[in-house]
Structure formats: C-alpha cells, structure tokens
C-alpha cells in the first residue's frame, strides 16, 4: 500500500513517501522517488496511477515555474496548494481525470509552516499533518490478495 | 463589424509613431483631472467629477471603482472605455483568485489590463482605449515580504508605469510640478496617508474651476486592510481642514 505523510513542525514542515511501486505479488522498483519540488519553499508528494502522477505532477510544476518567470516572484504554498485543486478540479469533469492523492508541504517566510492534503477529487484540506495511506486504485474497484495464513 | 476588419486600423507614420495612440492620449489630456499619491501605510487616488449640470445625480454612477479586495482604479478619459475596462480587470482579478486560491497582486493586474489595452493597438477592426488608468493597490514587497502601497499608470498603449505620486487630464502638467514640490525627496521620511489625501485634494484643487465640494470630487483609498471609496462627508471632513 502507497503511504504519503506530512506534518507541521515549530519552523519546518516533514514531507515523507514510501518508494516502493508494485502491482499485486510483482514489485517493479523500491527506489520510486515521489517527491517533486514546486517552488524553493514548497514540495509535494503524490500517489495513484502512476501514469497521472507523473503527468499530473510535471504539469503543475512547470506552471509554478513559469509563474516564478512571468512575475519575477515564486507562488506562495497557498496559491500553489489552491493552483493544483483547481486543476485537479477542473480535470475531473474532462475526458481526462488525474488520479492522483497529493500532500502538498510548505515553509513560506510570510506565513510559517503549512501542510495541505488534495485527493484526487479534488478535496483539499489545510491541516498540521496529512497522510494518505492508499490503495491501489483501478477501475471496477481492486483490492490486494489476502495474505496466506 | 469586427469581422470584416482583418487589418489593425492602428499604423505606423513614417516617422514611426502610431497616431492613433497620440491621438488616444490627446483625448486623455483633455479629460477630467485625477490624482494618485503614494504615502507609508496607503495609497490614495482621487478624481473631479465634472457636471456640466446642476440637475446631474452625484452619486448614482461613480468613477473610482474597486477591483478587488484591495485594489481600485480610477481614470482620466473617456467613460464608456473606462467601464469596459474595469470589467475586464474585475474579471481577470477573480480569475486569479479562483486560480491560486488568493488575492491577485496589484502589478500582476495591472499587467493584464495593459495587455488589454495593447491588444486594441494591434487587432483588426478596433481603436485604442481613450483612458489613462491609475490602479492603486497594495502588493508584497519583493525582497523584504513586508506589504507596501503602491501606484501604476496604464496608457492606451498598453505601457504601464509606477508611480510614488502623479495626475492626468487636464493640466496635468502642472499638477505634477505641484506634486514633485510637494512630495518629499527622502524616500525614509515616508509620507502619511493622511497628508497623502490631503495633498490629493489640494492637487486636484489647483486645477478646479469653481468651489470645491464633497459632491464634486470623488476619493479612494487603500490601506493595509483594503480598497474603499470615501463617502461624501468623510470627503467634507477633509475639505473643512483645507
């Protein structure tokens, strides 16, 4: 199971993912990096198809980048964490859905540390730790095989 | 109409101008004088209201008008092209913010709107904008994340420039050498908002033909908590301390 963590702590926030990518009793890699860099004070992790992540993830951060060219200022953890539930948001209802839970984490010099949990419909909650602990999810719902006794 | 127009009506002269921008500009001089001054903790933008009738409703349509949570603008020109573009800027300040999530930054709007205005210097079918805004807001300081006042100028070209003080419309000349004696030089001595509104006032009354009162000019002001327009005997207030 896919495990994405994230707290508040006095001046830091701790982002945290498992690296393992595997489907059922087949184990791809366990040197599966999650974590993507928004902006100088800003990251997030991400978890689900791993397709979408990828493509979901790469987009947003290449729109944070060029916020941070157009303007001459990086986007704040708010406006990022807002920025990618409004695209997940919009995605939703399209031909093309991203599915892919997120902890978004920041440490802005204005606001302090700050951790936001997004799921793939679009859910986002500003909270002091956030964690989503997820299973695989496929169309017509899947669960892992139980384990031999 | 537009349709039939593939080409800009906007072209260049030999001598390179684009007339119909300096054209767009002599209708900006010839419009009702407005005022911006920048001062410490706000930002103030005021304008005259000129009624060519007694018989005129003073405070059914207004000039001043808020764009977003702290940002307003003010013109010198035409109306009817202001109104456009105070719905185009309100539109796209409210996008931003179902966007990121929070409230656009002043220059970042101001951006938009200028390149509103330059793209009716270059499409088909269209005229320059006969309007001069000033937009007064307050933004995070790029180096320091503390939030300052600050003011900036959109021509119908589409350029746009910062401000500490300034006016157009009429006289405006005239107005600004006013300023540039009042405002002052050492940027640290910083000055009031209220000295700011009063040297607003004071600016617009040089070039005021006939008594000056609360129903005749319009004031907006920004400060730390927002973008408001002065009520008429808030405006009398500042009027009777003159």
């Not at chain 2, 903790?41 to 005129?56: D, M, Q, W």
């Amino acid at each position: 199971m896919e495990c994405l963590l994230a707290f508040v702590g006095k001046d830091f926030v701790l982002i945290a993912a498992d690296a393992t990518s595997r489907r059922s009793i087949l184990t791809y890699t366990q040197d599966l990096d999650r974590f993507v860099k928004l902006t100088s004070t800003c990251g997030v992790v991400g978890a689900g198809d791993e397709g979408d992540r990828v493509q979901f993830l790469e987009y947003i951060a290449k729109n944070v980048q060029l916020y941070k060219m157009r303007n001459g200022y990086e986007l704040s953890t708010h406006g990022v964490a807002n920025y990618t539930r409004r695209n997940i948001a919009d995605f939703l209802r399209s031909r093309t859905p991203y599915q892919v839970n997120m902890v978004i984490a920041g440490c802005d010099r204005e606001t302090g540390p700050a951790v936001y949990f997004l799921d793939y419909l679009g859910c986002l909650n500003k909270q002091n730790y956030a964690s989503a602990r997820i299973r695989l999810q496929l169309p017509g719902g899947f669960a892992p095989p139980t384990p031999h006794p | 109409m537009t349709e039939r127009y593939s080409f800009s009506l906007t072209t260049f002269s030999p001598s390179g101008k684009l007339v119909q921008i300096e054209y767009a500009l002599a209708a900006v001089n010839a419009g009702a004088p407005s005022v911006a001054v920048k001062a410490r903790n706000g930002a103030v933008i005021a304008t005259e209201k000129n009624f060519k009738s007694c018989l005129y409703d003073e405070h059914s349509v207004y000039k001043i008008e808020q764009l977003s949570q702290s940002i307003g603008m003010v013109y010198s020109g035409m109306g009817p092209d202001y109104r456009v573009l105070v719905k185009a800027a309100r539109k796209r300040a409210v996008s931003y913010e179902l966007l990121y999530g929070e409230e656009i930054p002043t220059v970042q709007l101001v951006m938009r709107i200028a390149e509103v205005m330059q793209e009716y210097t270059q499409s088909g079918g269209v005229r320059p904008f006969g309007v001069s805004l000033l937009v007064a807001g307050y933004d995070r300081d790029r180096t320091t994340g503390a939030k300052v006042p600050v003011i900036f100028q959109c021509d119908p070209s589409g350029a746009y420039f910062a401000w500490k003080a300034t006016a157009l419309g009429k006289n405006h000349l005239n107005s600004r050498a006013f300023l540039e004696k009042r405002y002052p030089k050492d940027q640290n001595e910083g000055l009031e908002l209220e000295d700011a509104i009063h040297t607003a006032i004071l600016t617009l009354k040089e070039s005021f033909d006939g008594q000056m009162d609360q129903n005749n000019i319009e004031i907006g002001v920004v400060e730390e908590t927002g973008f408001r327009r002065l009520l008429p005997a808030e405006i009398k207030d500042y009027l009777d301390t003159i």
